[in-house]
């Protein structure tokens, strides 16, 4: 018995794969089909769009954090009742971790899932010479499945069948549709104010309006059979997110407009080691929950709302109280710059915020870090105390301090080691980003924290 699964690929980054990703699961739901997306790589905002469109929370893929049983095991539970998983691609097909492989890349994604896979090639000013780049991509791997191609910035449909024979003659590959060029075919709100759009559902009729040129120019029949795959098999273990027999703990979790980046298989895992999840948005005034026996606070855009955040008076003393009483907290990338004592942004302006890290997040108007990290506690760190956990850093911003502070982490990237967070008790803090299944311990270390803090009080 087959499954339908496919991976959008793109030939670079801006070639149209997100468009065409939306496009896609917005036609095949108007079809009544049951739709499950994935993201390649770390990203955070492009599975909020698959989430928005298809009803089903899309998860992230990554080949690098992740082990391939593990990418495997996220793909299976993810699927899991539907009729067609849509996997998006990150930056160029085989773009990843190390130029000289495929580790990390959407190539290494697509055979791990075993995936057939649509290029999307930008025909823009070209018909014959389309077909060169699906051959350079095709030969320079042989474990991806180059299943089908999408012409993207075709001038007409004349334009269109030009380069659908041209490939087809010389690839041996199905063209199965097009996108024309239209100037007016962009994703609106790209980044900043994007999770409050999606969530008052603002962005359904561009969704629709998608779904239909989708429907207009690509034969969603065959690529209903181009993804066709066997089903994926797993090595015989337990679960990675099997329910553990455990005193529950009650997380109390950021979520709101400006704390959203996290990984549902985060979430998943603490649920797994005994969590229950009890989700408060700061932003719109809701405290920490009293009776909160840990504290999760995320990334995301905590300096679009500072002034918002900083008229929350009654949230910022529960996050204090929570904190300082030992409630064991990690916070993420913008929880961190949440904890800061004032968050200064691109245009000067000085907000107060929790006032719990001794400093400043000082926003910059070009990005200040990219990439992906292999973390090390440093000694006291609960969560790291064994191991190694993997994640990523996103950040225009940065935390300046008069004093020196006890940092949290050790940080392994591309530019080499450094010294990264604030650690202080049961605080745990800094820029990084982590996937927990990357390193399962750390969620289990921090139920076990909030178990053995819950018996002090």
């Not at 840990?294 to 300096?303: S, V």
């Amino acid at each position: 018995m087959s499954e339908r699964r496919i991976v959008i690929a793109g030939t670079g980054s801006g070639v149209g794969k997100t468009t065409l990703t939306i496009g896609l699961m917005s036609a095949l739901q108007q079809r009544g089909y049951e739709v499950q997306g994935f993201k390649c790589g770390p990203d955070y905002i492009d599975p909020t769009y698959h989430t928005a469109v298809t009803g089903r929370v899309s998860r992230n893929l990554d080949s690098w954090m992740l082990s391939e049983n593990v990418v495997k095991e996220v793909f299976k539970r993810g699927s899991e009742g539907a009729d067609i998983s849509i996997i998006e691609g990150v930056m160029g097909f085989y773009d990843g971790k190390d130029p000289k492989s495929n580790r990390g890349s959407t190539a290494e994604i697509g055979m791990i899932t075993e995936s057939p896979v649509l290029l999307v090639v930008n025909c823009a000013s070209m018909a014959r010479s389309a077909a060169a780049i699906v051959k350079g991509f095709q030969m320079l791997a042989e474990g991806p499945n180059i299943a089908g191609v999408i012409a993207n910035q075709v001038g007409s449909k004349g334009h269109f069948e030009l380069v659908k024979t041209a490939i087809e003659q010389e690839c041996q590959v199905p063209v199965i549709g097009y996108f024309e060029r239209n100037e007016e075919l962009y994703i609106p709100e790209r980044h900043l104010g994007l999770i409050p759009s999606i969530e008052r559902g603002d962005l359904d009729p561009f969704f629709q309006k998608l779904g239909e040129l989708v429907e207009a120019t690509i034969d969603l029949d065959h690529l209903m059979k181009v993804a066709e795959a066997p089903p994926i098999k797993l090595e015989a273990k337990d679960s990675l997110f099997q329910k553990r027999e455990t005193e529950p703990v009650k997380i109390a979790v950021a979520k709101d407009a400006a704390f959203n980046f996290y990984y549902q298989d985060n979430l998943d895992l603490l649920e797994a080691y005994g969590a229950e999840l009890r989700f408060f948005s700061p932003l719109n005034g809701e405290t920490v929950p009293q009776d909160a026996q840990g504290l999760y606070l995320g990334g995301g855009f905590p300096e679009e709302f500072a002034q918002e955040l900083a008229e929350q008076t009654a949230v910022r003393a529960s996050i204090q109280e929570a904190i300082k009483s030992g409630v064991p907290t990690l916070a993420e990338c913008g929880g961190f710059m949440y904890l800061t004592e004032e968050l200064e942004t691109s245009d000067g302006e000085v907000h107060q915020m929790a006032g719990i890290i001794p400093g400043r997040a000082v926003m910059h108007t070009k990005r200040v870090a990219l990439g992906y990290r292999e973390i090390k506690g440093k000694p006291g760190n609960y969560l790291l105390k064994e191991g190694t956990a993997k994640g990523h850093e996103f950040h225009y911003s940065t935390f300046q301090a008069e004093e020196e502070i006890p940092y949290a982490f050790e940080t392994k990237g591309m530019r080499g080691i450094k010294n990264e967070g604030y650690m202080k008790g049961n605080l745990i803090a800094g820029y990084t980003h982590f996937h927990f299944a990357s390193f399962p311990a750390m969620a289990e270390n921090w139920i076990k924290q909030c178990q053995e803090n819950k018996q002090h009080v």
